[in-house]
T-cell receptor, first 112, second 114 residues
């Protein structure tokens, strides 16, 4: 069964810290992996997409890595800010244009 | 470029009533997805369309849920009759051509069944 797991479920850090969110998937034959941000009561905002042939993607203070062989991805957030507080979701697709299989998310709180 | 549009944003109904949600994808996007997100969980696919044809509806409770995408653009998702466990956020997403097939999500419709 294809499953995605995110650890931890919740994380609270002081402003300015660097932090890592973890995502693991059971079937390593992925097509791509996306990281999303979800603010309370809102939809999903795509942060980064990593193709199966790539090892990492960067956007501003965000860096996502992919290790297919171990079935893991990490989202690194540098110099965290209170505005980064949100739920972060990891999702994988197993074929081109196929459905996304989501983890349950990590709820991040950055304290001023 | 306009994003994925959904309406209504919120809906409260009683169990056994019917409800419909509407989605307008990003212009030119051939693939449209409906996901259900229950509180505290990640979204799960209900149905996927490629133009106006169904690609995957294996997780759609077909005894009460239906969806259509006429003319390959807008889509509607209907629930009839609703149950308490249908309370969730219903998210619509779309993706276009190209190798990335990145999915873009709308703001969602929050449904409460009482």
């Amino acid at each position: 069964k294809q499953e995605v797991t995110q650890i931890p479920a919740a994380l609270s850090v002081p402003e300015g810290e660097n932090l890592v969110l973890n995502c693991s998937f059971t079937d390593s034959a992925i097509y791509n992996l996306q990281w999303f941000r979800q603010d309370p009561g809102k939809g999903l905002t795509s942060l980064l997409l990593i193709q199966s042939s790539q090892r990492e993607q960067t956007s501003g203070r965000l860096n996502a890595s992919l290790d297919k062989s171990s079935g893991r991805s990490t989202l690194y957030i540098a110099a965290s800010q209170p505005g980064d507080s949100a739920t972060y979701l990891c999702a994988v697709a197993y074929n081109q244009g196929g459905k996304l299989i989501f983890g349950q998310g990590t709820e991040l709180s950055v304290k001023p | 470029e306009a994003g994925v549009a959904q309406s209504p944003r919120y809906k409260i109904i009683e169990k056994r009533q019917s409800v419909a949600f509407w989605c307008n994808p990003i212009s030119g996007h051939a693939t449209l997805y409906w996901y259900q997100q229950i509180l505290g969980q990640g979204p799960k696919l209900l149905i996927q369309f490629q133009n106006n044809g169904v690609v995957d509806d294996s997780q759609l409770p077909k005894d009460r849920f239906s969806a259509e995408r006429l003319k390959g653009v807008d889509s509607t998702l209907k629930i009839q009759p609703a149950k308490l466990e249908d309370s969730a956020v219903y998210l619509c997403a779309s993706s276009g051509a190209g190798a990335r097939h990145e999915q873009y999500f709308g703001p969602g419709t929050r449904l409460t069944v009482t």
